[in-house]
């Protein structure tokens, strides 16, 4: 005889990292309990060897993700689009059990999906805005490419727990690097489901990892590492900003700092693909 829904004990959801297409928990067992809904639940708290691993998965993934067709990884983020909007009422209710009134959070649930099919749209565009061809005095062409940094870093807001996460997130995978991101400590709930969407996706894994935690503790680790090739903050906090931009000098990361209204429309635009690509100069006879 089955149990009433009165004797049944609901199934509590684990909530983990994304490393390379896998959902594994932080390797040091430590775990933190975020405000959320008045109930604990258990939020992994990554550490340095999981950011490692993160950006060793990134590195084996980017030749595959920056030699796909701009057309293809389109299609992709038009996928993760499609995906997201099939679990759009449990991202709404996800950000209400953070604090997010449900009016905010529903806006917030479909400007990210909107943003994501903004940012499919513009892959196979960029290059056309930002591309040249160069007068020169001489008998060559000169061509100015656009071609991906390498892994990004990012340290994702802590007030737009969703829509902040996907502005960053898909203008750097759009221009095809790979990235690691930090979700937001507070509230962490919709980066894990996104994980989720990107997992059940088309995309490749490696190419976005998400990692939930502590950036006070993880950001001098996003900086000084010698394989991260660029670093993203959208965080309003001086100290961290000032921190990342130090640490970074190491190996000459490119440091670019956010701190918007991304439901602004000025703040949806391909020259956030830019700000993670470097120009190359070829020249032909």
Known sequence: MSKSPVDRLPVQKTYKLY?????PRSESGRYYQPPIDGVAINVCLASRKDFRDAVAAARGALPGWCGKSAFNRGQILYRIAEMMEGR????ATELVRTGIDARSADAETRQAIDRLIH?????DKFQQIFSSVNPVASSH???SLLEPTGIVAIIASETSP????????????????????LASRERPLPAITFAEVVHSSDVPGGVINILTGDAGELAGHFASHMDVNAVAVDRDDADLVATVRDLSAGNVKRVRHYDCDWTSDDNENPYLINDFCEVKTTWHP
């Open 19 to 23: 490393i390379n297409g896998q959902f």
């Open 88 to 91: 759009r009422d449990q991202f």
């Open 119 to 123: 940012y499919a749209g513009w892959c």
């Open 141 to 143: 062409f000169n061509f």
């Open 162 to 181: 969703l829509l902040g996460l996907v502005s960053l997130i898909a203008p750097v995978i759009a221009g095809g690097n790979t990235c690691v991101v």
